[in-house]
């Protein structure tokens, strides 16, 4: 395709620089002898996924397994978040479907874990850095739990709000992971820290999640925390899981779940401006450059050279 792209782009000094007539032979070159492979592969493309998708989606019924008790266990990640995780942890705690309310500090070195401690949350403070690190820990300690058939992942930074766990549950019975997707604009406050950058970053890093597990699922949003799991699922996909996977851990973990067979289905979530400093992947679009780029190196070839 760069190829094409630079034969094509050759018409430009051919018609404006004298002598430009000697460039015809190579834009012609390059655009025939490019553009044969890259006609072959869209035409592949296209019979893929008009054709072959049908044949590869699995066969079965919707799912739709009913829940026998809407309660549900909040674990929140939480990393120098001393302003927000009070509010946060009351914001969960105060909701009819909330049982309890874990939140797991990543070693933090201002006044989080003690906020949490005030705000009335099981603390756990995870000392190995690393946004995976805390993620596994939160999943561990809520699955840990059995008497709630459901963990719902989030952070304790106030971007997401509890009342969006009723629209979560409305999912769950169709899958083992319901993913919140911040792609849905009324939902999205205009001011986050999710740049029109990192937005679309985000949707084509979905995209190619899709497509290597062409079939199984519809990807819109593989940066978000939000989520729901069944306990079952969990107790599946956690030894799969590496926590050693920094910032593209939530893509490694969906990744992870179509590979394991489980049902991931999106559901659209509120997002709102973090309260604080961002420290993760949304600190510049360059850190969210450098973020997505790995995220596509572990989807399309081994997350093992993440770790």
């Known amino acids: 395709m760069t190829s094409y792209l630079l034969g094509v782009s050759l018409v430009i000094p ?22 044969i492979p890259l006609t072959i592969g869209m035409a592949l493309m296209l019979f893929d996924l008009l054709y072959l998708l049908q044949h590869r989606k699995p066969n079965l019924p919707v799912r739709y397994d009913a ?11 939480a990393y120098n978040d001393e302003e927000s995780v009070g509010p946060a942890i009351r914001d969960f705690a105060d909701n ?16 989080t874990f003690e906020r949490a401690v005030e705000a009335g949350a099981i603390t ?17 300690e809520g699955a840990a ?6 963990v719902v992942l989030c ?21 083992d ?37 062409l079939g199984r699922g519809t990807m819109t949003d593989v940066g978000t925390t939000y989520k729901l799991c069944r306990r079952s699922a969990l107790l599946r996909l956690l030894p799969a899981l590496n926590p050693a996977i920094n910032l593209e851990f939530n893509a490694h973990l969906l990744d992870r779940a179509l590979g394991l067979d489980l049902v991931v289905v999106e559901c659209p979530i509120t997002f709102h401006p ?14 969210g450059l450098k973020v997505g780029l790995r995220m596509i190196v572990g989807i399309v070839f081994d997350w093992r050279w993440m770790a």
Not at 133 to 138: D, E, L, Q, T
């Open 67 to 77: 829940i026998d008790r809407r309660r549900v266990t909040v674990a929140l990640t």
């Open 14 to 35: 051919r018609y404006l620089m004298p002598y430009g007539h000697y460039l015809d032979p190579v834009a012609e070159w390059l655009v025939w002898y490019s553009g």
């Open 177 to 213: 992971i319901v993913n919140g997707t911040r792609t849905v604009e009324p939902l999205r406050q205009h001011q986050t820290q999710l740049s029109t950058f990192m937005y679309y970053g985000n949707l084509f890093v979905g995209k190619l999640l899709e497509a290597k597990h």
């Open 274 to 287: 973090r309260v604080g400093v961002s420290k993760g992947g949304n600190i510049n679009n360059l850190r």
């Open 145 to 150: 739990y059995d008497d709630t058939e459901f």
């Open 96 to 111: 009819s479907l909330v049982e309890r309310v874990i939140l797991v500090s990543n070693n933090s070195v201002d006044r």
């Open 124 to 140: 756990h403070n995870e000392l190995q850095p690393g946004y995976g690190r805390c993620v596994y820990r939160c999943l561990s």
């Open 155 to 175: 952070e304790g930074d106030l971007t997401f709000r509890s009342y969006d766990i009723e629209k979560l549950l409305a999912y769950a019975p169709h899958a």
